[in-house]
């Protein structure tokens, strides 16, 4: 009887074991993907949804292209809606990759249980990680807590390796209902402000297989040095691939490591470092499963007790990039445009929104997981606990960064903050990451009367650090 393969996070051909299951069992195959209605909390945010739709155009063409075989569309809910498919096709079995979001992980959970008692087969497979959360044991059979151990026991397992797209399937033959993506809405329209995002990236998995390539050939060499360096971008930009499965960590590790044994010792070092970032990615999930509430809930309770400072105005400002505070404002202009900032800088104005205008870490997570192109909810919640000093192997809280000297570290020429904040393009270096310190004659050789054409700063660093300091204080008094 046919077989269904239900793509969720895994829209690609290469290396997706569920696809490749399905073309060897020679069954005829029907290619499924659910629009999901009852989202819950974690909606699909703007962003992630322009995203998705242009992924799934380009996964409908690869696999019409490839095997002849239509990708149905079909929206609702996914414990109704693929009974029904296994009905009108008299399919017996379902494959898919599996997930490790709580809300995806019970779904998954349920619809499993009740496709078995229909004797539907049910096969589910690994295509997001390379080690899966409870393979990564600490050696009292626990789990880990703190990345380096976690990582260590990663690499004592054996290397992970890709598979390629099966070469041919049997495309299931009878004709499928299926939506038509545009009548999803998943792109903006009025106002259309994807214009930055179309210019940036180009999503699939053709696209995500040229990004990893281009970061091989051009900026693996010096990503050790170069990853904090906003203004160089040499980081892979791989995330929103890897958020939608166009691309495996397996596929990336493969390429990488085969990039360091052919290119010597300052690619491998280069290469273990940026592996250990995926790393993080896998940290972060391993975390989350272990840790459902880690989207919603402090890490560490005692920070439940924060006094939290809610203020509606200077949210805005911070979302806007308009601080008055020009990496701040550069990396959330970035964001605004492109859907993406860079690390650095999202630690950056992460630690300005917690720890400078004390709003609650959740908020900036709410907007982040919106506007960025790779909203992923384990690396988002790790990444905002991190900064908060509320999450499992945090950045202690006391440690607040200095958005000028981070700018003035990490952005030396002040070339990221003119591309972001273009009215402060003709500043001297010195005053770039500090308008507010420059004399009158400089400003006007600039060009800038601040207040007008970019704002004063929301507040003052150092009164902004000692407040910060106070109530991380008091929550110390109350434990
Ligand atoms: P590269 O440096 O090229 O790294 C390669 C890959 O490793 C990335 O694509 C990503 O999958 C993974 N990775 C790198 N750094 C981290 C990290 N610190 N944590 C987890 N995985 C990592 N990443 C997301 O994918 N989605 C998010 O929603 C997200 N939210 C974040 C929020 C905050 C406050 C912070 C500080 C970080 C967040 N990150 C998130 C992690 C990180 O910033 C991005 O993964 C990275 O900037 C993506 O760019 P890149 O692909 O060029 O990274």
Known sequence: SPLIVWFRQDLRLNDNPALAAAAASGRPVIALYILETATGD??????ARWWLHHSLAKLTAALRKQYGLQL?????????????????????????SRVYEPAGISRDTTIKAALQTSSIEVETHNAALLFEPWTVKTQAGGWFKVFTPFWRACLAQPSPAPQRAPKTLTPYTGALDSDALDSWGLLPTRPDWAGGLRDSWTPGEAGATERLQAFIDKDLYRYADGRDRPDLNCTSRLSPHLHFGEISPRQVWHAVQMAADQGGAGIAQNAAKFLSEIGWREFCHHLLFHFPTLPQQNFRSDFDAFPWNPNADHVKAWQAGSTGYPIVDAGMRQLWHTGWMHNRVRMIAASFLIKHLLQ???????????????ANLANNAGGWQWVAGSGADAAPYFRIFNPIMQGEKFDPEGDYVR?????????????IHKPWAAPDGVLK?????LGRDYPLPVVDHDTARKAALAAFAALRNDA
């Open 360 to 374: 609650d870490w959740r908020v900036g997570e709410a907007w982040f997981w919106d506007t960025l192109v790779d």
């Open 42 to 47: 974690w909606a699909l945010g703007s962003a």
């Open 72 to 96: 149905v569309l079909r929206r609702g809910n996914p414990a109704t809606l693929l009974p029904a498919l296994l009905r009108e096709t008299d399919a017996g079995a379902v494959y898919w």
């Open 419 to 431: 591309r972001w904040v273009p009215e402060l393009a003709q500043l001297p270096n010195k005053y």
């Open 445 to 449: 050789q600039a060009g800038l009367v």
